[in-house]
């Protein structure tokens, strides 16, 4: 960077980021940070929050920033500097089988988030107990609160029709998140030993998507298996309500929100005891044993796992769809989730000091 470019910073784009900064009086005033196309929970908290409260760009008081977004510490510095109190939401942490190389400065930067932090949410418990593992973060007022459902957009079908057999995942698939669905292809073709008529659904998008579809011409079940792409909000809720059973075996995930919806739809769901959807689902779903690692490839459950949990859910549903239904009405819901933002957001900027 050359002394021209360095003195433009110091002298025009810093003082306009305190004058941004300038706190306003004490009644909430957050700014969220700017728009984004990009996909994944936490550009999709970003839109809820904003849905229910205004996004100041001019003389906010509170920033409130995710762990998984883009973020400056020089902005939140400034911000602070000029009496911003700062909110951080924090969803998971950095981990050799998940990052590689490199995860331990990733790291470094979330702990330096939690050191600016006035007050801290995590996301789920297994948010809270993997920060303490691997950040080490300093003592910070904080709590667990869960991400939410709006159960007056997601629910269940009024009209229901006889279909056959449909499993469902959902989700934006990396190409290291392949281990998902070529473990549901190959219990797909077990599962139609006994269940001809069954089928699968993979929505959302697919990274290298051609192979996976290769895999399944191979293994015989291309002609049961859907591939939506990507989907919006409404597409969503008639994806599941096309459902019997949702299955969600991305290892620790840290609190997936497609889970969520799928329960609010009515679905079972068929997920592996890591991350934080055990904590999600409770009586909602069957579970698949898996121990909790970080430091080993990511890898499916065996087909014959899966396999044995669809059947093992099959002949309990509808009770666990209800089950999961009213779960999510009771813990998760939207309201409350909002509720308690707009309550946190006054008892930050009460608070003298951290």
């Given at each position: 960077m050359n002394a021209l470019l360095r003195r433009a910073i110091k002298t025009i784009l810093l003082p306009w980021i305190g004058v941004l900064a300038s706190a306003a009086p004490n009644i909430p005033r957050v700014y969220f940070g700017p728009p984004s196309r990009a996909l994944g929970g936490p550009h999709a908290k970003r839109q809820k929050l904003t849905r229910f409260f205004k996004n100041y760009w001019w003389h906010p008081n509170l920033l409130y920033i995710t762990s998984g977004r883009p973020y400056s510490f020089t902005f939140i510095r400034w911000a602070k500097a000029h009496g911003v109190r700062f909110i951080l939401n924090q969803d998971g942490v950095y981990y050799p089988a998940w990052y590689g190389a490199g995860y331990e400065v990733e790291n470094r930067r979330l702990r330096m988030l939690h050191e600016l932090a006035d007050y801290v949410i995590y996301q789920s418990r297994f948010c809270f107990d993997t920060a303490q593992q691997f950040l080490h973060p300093p003592e910070r007022p904080y709590e667990i609160l869960y991400n939410a459902v709006d159960t007056d957009i997601f629910k269940p079908a009024t009209?229901?029709?006889?279909?056959?057999?449909?499993?469902?995942?959902?989700?934006?698939?990396?190409?290291?998140?392949?281990?998902?669905?070529?473990?549901?292809?190959?219990?797909?073709?077990?599962?139609?030993?006994?269940?001809?008529?069954?089928?699968?659904?993979?929505?959302?998008?697919?990274?290298?998507?051609?192979?996976?579809?290769?895999?399944?011409?191979?293994?015989?079940?291309?002609?049961?298996?859907?591939?939506?792409?990507?989907?919006?909000v409404t597409q969503g809720v008639d994806i599941l309500n096309r459902g019997t059973l949702f299955i969600h075996l991305k290892n620790n995930d840290p609190c997936p929100s497609v889970v969520l919806e799928a329960m609010a739809c009515g679905l079972p769901i068929i997920y592996t005891t890591t991350g934080g959807t055990p904590e999600l689902v409770g009586d909602g779903g069957i579970p698949i044993q898996r121990d909790v690692v970080f430091d080993r490839p990511d890898t499916s459950p065996t087909p014959t796992q899966i396999s044995e949990a669809v059947e093992s859910a099959l002949l309990q549903d509808p009770l666990l769809g209800t089950k999961a239904r009213i779960r999510v009405e009771r813990n998760f819901s939207m309201s409350y989730w909002v509720k308690r933002h707009q309550d946190l957001f006054n008892l930050v900027l009460r608070r003298q000091g951290t």
């Amino acid at each position: 960077m050359n002394a021209l470019l360095r003195r433009a910073i110091k002298t025009i784009l810093l003082p306009w980021i305190g004058v941004l900064a300038s706190a306003a009086p004490n009644i909430p005033r957050v700014y969220f940070g700017p728009p984004s196309r990009a996909l994944g929970g936490p550009h999709a908290k970003r839109q809820k929050l904003t849905r229910f409260f205004k996004n100041y760009w001019w003389h906010p008081n509170l920033l409130y920033i995710t762990s998984g977004r883009p973020y400056s510490f020089t902005f939140i510095r400034w911000a602070k500097a000029h009496g911003v109190r700062f909110i951080l939401n924090q969803d998971g942490v950095y981990y050799p089988a998940w990052y590689g190389a490199g995860y331990e400065v990733e790291n470094r930067r979330l702990r330096m988030l939690h050191e600016l932090a006035d007050y801290v949410i995590y996301q789920s418990r297994f948010c809270f107990d993997t920060a303490q593992q691997f950040l080490h973060p300093p003592e910070r007022p904080y709590e667990i609160l869960y991400n939410a459902v709006d159960t007056d957009i997601f629910k269940p079908a009024t009209v229901s029709l006889k279909r056959p057999i449909t499993l469902i995942t959902a989700g934006y698939f990396y190409s290291s998140k392949h281990y998902i669905l070529e473990g549901l292809l190959s219990a797909l073709v077990i599962l139609r030993q006994h269940h001809s008529e069954i089928r699968l659904i993979i929505a959302g998008h697919v990274d290298g998507v051609d192979s996976l579809k290769a895999l399944a011409v191979k293994l015989g079940v291309d002609r049961c298996t859907e591939w939506t792409g990507k989907y919006t909000v409404t597409q969503g809720v008639d994806i599941l309500n096309r459902g019997t059973l949702f299955i969600h075996l991305k290892n620790n995930d840290p609190c997936p929100s497609v889970v969520l919806e799928a329960m609010a739809c009515g679905l079972p769901i068929i997920y592996t005891t890591t991350g934080g959807t055990p904590e999600l689902v409770g009586d909602g779903g069957i579970p698949i044993q898996r121990d909790v690692v970080f430091d080993r490839p990511d890898t499916s459950p065996t087909p014959t796992q899966i396999s044995e949990a669809v059947e093992s859910a099959l002949l309990q549903d509808p009770l666990l769809g209800t089950k999961a239904r009213i779960r999510v009405e009771r813990n998760f819901s939207m309201s409350y989730w909002v509720k308690r933002h707009q309550d946190l957001f006054n008892l930050v900027l009460r608070r003298q000091g951290t």
